[in-house]
């Protein structure tokens, strides 16, 4: 067959789409999202290529509208997850000796499936599963993903690009192998992209993958999955399974073969995971590679030279689309007093013009948190916001789970930089300010410093260019993905790699080729073209 120094198409962004009324992909969405509503699915395991139901089935709701049924999906016994490991080791067999423009294709494949045919299906599963906008469901199921699969084509060959030096007497390679073994992917409820990304870079790169997704996600991880199938991916390369995920993540952790996790989720799991496989080290083969982006409070800080106007729209996109629940939402802002007052008014405007509801109704800015764990922490952190003397709710406060897990977006005022909501994660459309004196700007970087164990994204807005250089400064290790005059959240894959450090995970930049890098075993291969054929160096005389 014919060889060659392949390149890839170019990766550009994905450009998204504005579903204004009247266009054609509002229709199409609209259209879609009441034909899924209206159906139910059944969701098995899918090891092997193969469709595995067990008949332990759990039901799955839009968290808009709780007591409607999308369908269900099956839960795994430990027999399914070592059949799950046992059939990604032999695929890895022929999977890892595939060429990789032939890995490249299929993933190229399904960003173009996703770009056309699949667009108002996922996006649509999306508002479903996670109650997401149409907008929000647009630049992350459609969008993000796309340009992961793009980017990741074009950073694998940069990665293989990289090599070096030679000399006229030797020749030196380096070969970027898949890890030996497989790799374990857990990814989260929140981003359809992450869910979809985190098993197809480390398959990209040549390994196999047991994906476990979050049991509030599963209806549009099958999606995924159709598109996977479609686009060409082999049998037993991603193998999806769900159900408990204290026995799958045991059963995983004790396979010598285990190589590398791939996590998305909470702080404290991910750190219950290192800690498993700590405890097992002695028993894999290799050094497994872990990886994790996790938790986040994530800040914005505003000079008091900021535009008002500028600091209440970071706050008011920030902190409340998707409701909260992105890693890297504003969960806390530190206001400079002189400019307050008129960013709280401007602030309590935007807020109380939000309309909510289901993400089915497209104006809407808000729907509902996604299940009745999260609801009854917010409601909870907002009951003693009530009764704390040290704060005050300026807007919201209210919340209704009769029909959907929905909480008013909610911003609350406190004197004490370092009251419990300054400092806990919440993962929901709440905020809590701290407005601080004007002459205390680097008393204050210090405060947002140090009052989180966190490090994921934060912003810092002025026109002060001498005040940015000191938040940038002293900022420096507060955030993986930092902010000049802009909200904390938005980051685009190839423009902005994202993760964070500290307790955020890390930090090994998803939508990047560090990213890549964590999924292969480099070796180096010298070739000498003339053999010495005596022992003795010149120096022996």
């Not at 938005?490 to 990047?512: E, I, Y």
Request: hydrophobic content about 40%.
């Amino acid at each position: 067959m014919g060889k060659g120094f392949f390149r890839v198409p170019v990766a550009v962004n994905e450009p998204v789409k504005d579903y204004a009324p009247g266009s054609p992909e509002r229709k199409a969405v609209s259209e879609t999202y009441k034909e899924m509503y209206n159906s139910t699915i059944d969701v098995p395991l899918f090891i092997d290529g193969k469709d595995v139901k067990t008949g332990d089935t759990d039901t799955m709701s839009p968290p808009h509208d709780h007591k409607h049924i999308l369908g269900t999906y099956h839960r795994a016994e430990k027999k399914n997850i070592d059949a799950a490991i046992a059939t990604a080791l032999e695929a890895r067999k022929k999977w890892s000796k595939t060429p990789w423009e032939q890995r490249a294709a299929i993933f190229l494949r399904a960003a173009e499936l996703i770009a056309g045919p699949y667009r108002a299906r996922i996006n649509a599963a999306t508002m479903l599963a996670q109650s997401k906008t149409i907008y929000q469901a647009e630049i992350d199921a459609a969008c993000e993903l796309i340009d992961f699969l793009r980017f990741n084509v074009q950073f694998m060959t940069e990665i293989y690009n990289e090599q070096p030096a030679s000399t006229s007497g030797a020749w030196n390679r380096l070969e970027y192998r898949p890890l030996e073994g497989f790799i374990y992917a857990i990814t989260p409820f929140n981003f359809t992209a992450i869910a979809a990304n985190l098993p197809a870079s480390a398959a990209l790169m040549g390994n196999v993958v047991v994906w476990k997704p979050s049991d509030s996600q599963v209806y549009s991880a099958k999606i995924i999955l159709d598109i996977f199938k479609e686009a060409g991916v082999p049998d037993g390369v991603i193998n999806m399974v769900m159900g408990d995920p204290v026995m799958i993540t045991d059963t995983v952790l004790a396979s010598p073969e285990f190589s590398g996790v791939h996590f998305t989720g909470s702080t404290h799991v991910f750190k219950d995971i290192w800690k498993k496989i700590g405890m097992n080290i002695h028993n894999y083969k290799t050094y497994p590679k872990i990886v994790g982006e996790t938790g986040g409070k994530d800040f914005i800080v505003a000079h008091k030279t900021a535009n008002p106007s500028q600091v209440a729209t970071a706050i008011a996109r920030g902190a409340f689309e998707f409701q909260g629940q992105k890693c890297s939402a504003a969960s806390r802002c530190y206001i400079s007093e002189s400019i307050w007052n008129d960013v709280e008014e401007i602030l309590v405007d935007q807020v109380n013009s939000f309309k909510m509801g289901s993400p089915e109704d497209m104006g809407n800015f808000i729907t509902a948190v996604i299940h009745e764990g999260s609801f009854d922490k917010l409601a909870k952190y907002i009951n003693q916001a009530k009764e704390d003397k040290n704060a005050d709710i300026i807007v919201g406060g209210s919340y209704d789970k009769s029909k959907g897990y929905f909480i008013d977006p909610t911003v609350i005022v406190t004197k004490d930089p370092k009251y419990t909501t300054m400092q806990e994660e919440l993962f929901g459309p709440v905020v809590t300010i701290y407005v601080f004196e004007d002459d205390k700007w680097e008393e204050t970087l210090d405060l947002v410093d140090t009052t989180s164990e966190y490090a994921l994204t934060g912003a810092v807005l002025s026109e002060d260019r001498y005040a940015l250089e000191t938040a940038v400064r002293m900022l420096e290790n507060a955030a993986g993905n930092f902010y000049i005059n802009d909200k904390p959240t938005g980051a685009v894959v190839g423009q902005q790699p994202f993760g964070g450090a500290r307790s955020s995970g890390t930090n090994d930049k998803a939508g990047s080729k560090l990213n890549l890098l964590r999924w292969v075993s480099p070796r180096m291969v010298k070739e000498t073209f003339v053999t010495p054929t005596d022992y003795k160096y010149p120096f022996l005389g």
